[in-house]
């Protein structure tokens, strides 16, 4: 009887290396801007902790700001995938968007993704900057959300769904901004959520 012969591995086209270099670079360096921040991470630390050298990264990204770039476009996508998922199961649209609220000021009280998307993301990026980094992403989900309310008449008279995602928006970046540099960051965010809750449903026709 002939022996079986193990067919060779298939090998990773130069596309899926870059792929797996790319992943791996942006998980190490979550984990340096999440720890020590912009100014105490340094590439070649990054370079190192991910067994690469520091020319890969520059290979890969061109720069520390552009290395910083892709892990918060990364982690605010986390986010938005965290906040879909939470709002999944609500009763109504309204208590999808509260749901998904919650989900995202509980989401930033972990220290890593608190210091990425709120503490140096907009000193890094700067304001214009990191607002377009996080598009598309809550004020579409806001503005879906109380465009299906109306469409179910649980609006009162006046309430435009555009209009209004872009006032809760605000409201909901502030309040993720003082979750992020207060005393008690789980008190505050609780705290804020009730608030932000009273306030939507003051939006309602019917209680919501």
């Known amino acids: 009887m002939s022996a079986k012969v193990r067919a060779a591995p ?3 086209t130069q596309q899926q290396r870059s792929d797996a270099a790319i992943d791996a670079l942006l998980g190490v360096a979550r984990k340096s801007f999440g720890g ?10 990054v370079a190192a902790r ?3 050298t520091k020319g890969a990264v520059y290979h890969h990204f061109g720069s520390k700001h552009a290395l910083f770039e892709g892990v918060f476009r990364l982690e605010h996508r986390r986010t938005i995938d965290t906040v879909v998922a939470k709002s999944r199961g609500a009763r109504d649209p309204i208590d999808g968007l509260l749901r998904g609220v919650r989900a995202y000021l509980q989401y930033v009280l972990d220290p890593v993704a608190r210091r990425i998307l709120l503490e140096d993301g907009p000193s890094v990026l700067g304001w214009e900057r990191w607002r377009r980094c996080e598009e598309p992403g809550f004020q579409q989900l806001l503005e879906s959300s109380l465009a299906h309310a ?9 309430v435009r769904p555009a209009e209004t995602a872009l006032l809760l928006l605000g409201a909901m970046t502030e309040g993720a901004l003082a979750v992020a540099h207060a005393d008690d960051p789980a008190a505050t965010a609780r705290r804020l959520s009730d608030a932000f809750a009273t306030h939507v449903r003051a939006l309602c026709s019917t209680p919501a």
């Not at 020590?36 to 630390?45: I, M």
């Not at 109306?150 to 006046?158: Q, S, T």
Request: cysteine-free; aromatic content about 4%.
């Open 150 to 158: 109306a469409e179910r008449g649980m609006l009162r008279p006046g």
């Open 50 to 52: 991910a067994g690469m």
């Open 36 to 45: 020590s921040g912009y100014d105490g991470t340094s590439l070649d630390d």
């Open 10 to 12: 298939a090998k990773r």
